[in-house]
């Protein structure tokens, strides 16, 4: 027999049936906003907002206020009480009524911004995902490339940079402002030519051959050398492996077919030599040295 205490439960389970008809995703939130209050549906919307607060009360010393707490005062009872309102966080005011929510507690932001800039997922404007997406842009990535680190839909992405979207989730605006430039790069992506014209340069002064140069980098052997200071930007990927090959020349892995076999590097890096521009120098030096030493060697054979 069920007792008057199960009456009302039981008649929303059946009302909701009633109206959502015979479906089997019973047991998610999903079916809960649909209008179903069947016991596993709420049961499902108690344990996401359980896990809402978990989450918030994990993120919250994250969220940073504007400032010190605001005094101001709030109305109960229909009297007047000095209270300590909230100042906003994240540089944005605080979402509660009346200029500020009262802080409970003694924390320094209140409850309904930690849940705002942490678990809330309502619709926010996409004006400043647009302008960061661009900026990346600016920066050599791509909406796609964002896209793969985000797991946003790309044509999502697509729609805020065409304005197509006024409004995006919460969530989705989260991952996309923390997105960084050095994130999100392809290997196709363009960056600044600066540092690996650079180190070509040092490259060219240690006494490599451009056509050398570009061997090492895995280009073709008929490759007949490098363009050097006529394009401000490059492949990220190409900077990459010129940095590559600095770094195992500085390790004396690699040297100028004209200086010899890599002994000569070692021997230079032995003698304290910590700047390869000057290599070539040390190197002419120490040919010089091992003539002498072979002369005297056989003479004395």
């Known amino acids: 027999m069920i007792s008057s205490t199960e009456i009302p439960a039981k008649r929303a389970e059946a009302v909701s049936r009633m109206i959502l008809g015979p479906r089997s995703d019973h047991g998610n939130r999903a079916c809960y906003v649909a209008g179903c209050r069947c016991e596993p549906c709420r049961g499902a919307n108690r344990r996401r907002h359980k896990s809402r607060q978990i989450a918030a009360a994990r993120l919250a010393d994250a969220v940073r206020p504007n400032g010190p707490p605001v005094p101001g005062s709030i109305s109960r009872g229909g009297r007047e009480h000095r209270v300590m309102l909230c100042p906003g966080a994240v540089g944005l005011p605080c979402v509660g009524r009346d200029g500020g929510a009262w802080l409970r507690g003694g924390g320094g932001v209140c409850r309904l911004c930690v849940e705002r800039h942490t678990v809330w997922d309502g619709l926010v404007d996409s004006g400043p995902a647009r302008e960061h997406l661009l900026s990346l842009r600016r920066a050599g990535v791509g ?75 895995g280009y073709a052997a008929a490759t007949s050398g490098l363009q050097l200071g006529g394009r401000r930007r490059c492949l990220l990927s190409t900077e990459a492996r010129v940095l590559r090959l600095a770094a195992r020349v500085d390790r004396g892995e690699v040297v100028p077919r004209r200086w010899g076999q890599s002994e000569l590097v070692r021997e230079l890096l032995a003698r304290g030599v910590d700047r390869p521009v000057h290599w070539r120098t040390m190197a002419a030096e120490w040919r010089a040295e091992m003539a002498v030493l072979r002369e005297i060697q056989e003479a004395a054979a």
Do not use: C, W
């Not at 797991?151 to 960084?180: F, Y």
């Not at 060219?204 to 980098?217: D, I, K, P, T």
């Open 143 to 217: 909406y796609k490339s964002v896209a793969a680190v985000t797991d946003v839909s790309p044509n999502v992405l697509n729609e805020v940079i065409t304005g197509k979207r006024p409004r995006i989730r919460a969530s989705t605006e989260r991952r996309v402002l923390g997105v960084r430039p050095e994130d999100a790069r392809a290997d196709g992506a363009l960056v600044d030519a600066a540092t690996t014209n650079r180190t070509l340069r040092r490259l060219l002064a240690m006494g490599f051959a451009r056509r050398e140069v570009a061997q090492h980098l």
